[in-house]
């Protein structure tokens, strides 16, 4: 069975600072994706970056970039320049691609400070 | 383009009342449908999905269950609601490899009372 770790609860940034938020995953399979969603208060769910995992070269979406350690089962987001607009709940993704079963970590409340 | 529709936005039922939350999705044929329970302050815990009509995993017994009556509608159903059934229900939808990522709804803030 596959799982998705988030080991920190809660992390706090200041305003133009970067932070990484941490997340691992478990699983035998070969074939599969990574996410990570953003919540904010309003609790609708935005994708912020994805990588599959065939990939080797990490994914980048502006300010958002991930460091993905397959061998290691590793995918932790990097936010670079820090906004206010990024204060939300974080989760960490995993979908097996051969059950197309999406799997979500318990999430990172991440408070940016001006 | 897609679209999910998810409701109601909020809803409070009495302990032992029926509950019946309905997701409908536009715009691509035979989706992968799930439900997810978000507890106050918690993660995501899937519930269900199904990659096709009539075909339901179950992955966390519960009070609850789930339909597909259709390719596209998705229904999160309890026969006599608990205090614990309380929370933020979620559906999402996802064709891969067409689209790579999953979609949600608005979700549905569910009071047992």
């Known amino acids: 069975a596959q799982t998705v770790t988030q080991s920190q609860p809660e992390m706090s940034v200041q305003e133009a600072e970067t932070v990484t938020l941490s997340c691992t995953y478990d699983t035998s399979e070969s074939n599969y994706y990574l996410f990570w969603y953003k919540q904010p208060p309003s609790r609708q769910m935005i994708l912020v970056i994805r990588q599959e995992a065939y990939k080797q070269q990490n994914a980048t979406e502006n300010r958002f970039s991930v460091n993905f350690q397959k061998a290691a089962k590793s995918f932790s987001l990097k936010i670079s320049d820090s906004q206010l607009g990024d204060t939300a709940m974080y989760f960490c993704a995993f979908m097996n691609l051969n059950t197309d079963k999406l799997i979500f970590g318990t999430g990172t409340r991440l408070q940016v400070f001006p | 383009s897609q679209t999910i529709h998810q409701w109601p936005a909020t809803l409070v039922q009495p302990v032992g009342s029926p509950l019946s939350l309905e997701c409908t999705v536009e715009?691509?044929?035979?989706?992968?449908l799930y439900w997810y329970r978000q507890a106050a302050g918690r993660g995501l815990q899937l519930l269900f999905y199904?990659?096709?009509?009539?075909?339901i995993s179950s992955e966390v017994p519960q009070n609850l269950s789930a339909s597909r009556p259709q390719d596209r509608q998705f229904i999160l159903s309890s026969k006599k609601l608990l205090l614990s059934d309380s929370g933020f229900y979620l559906c999402?939808?996802?064709?891969?490899?067409?689209?790579?990522?999953?979609?949600f709804g608005q979700g549905t803030r569910l009071t047992v009372v």
């Open positions: 199904s990659v096709g009509i009539g075909q």
């Open positions: 715009g691509t044929s035979n989706p992968n």
């Open positions: 999402a939808w996802s064709d891969f490899p067409r689209n790579t990522e999953a979609f």
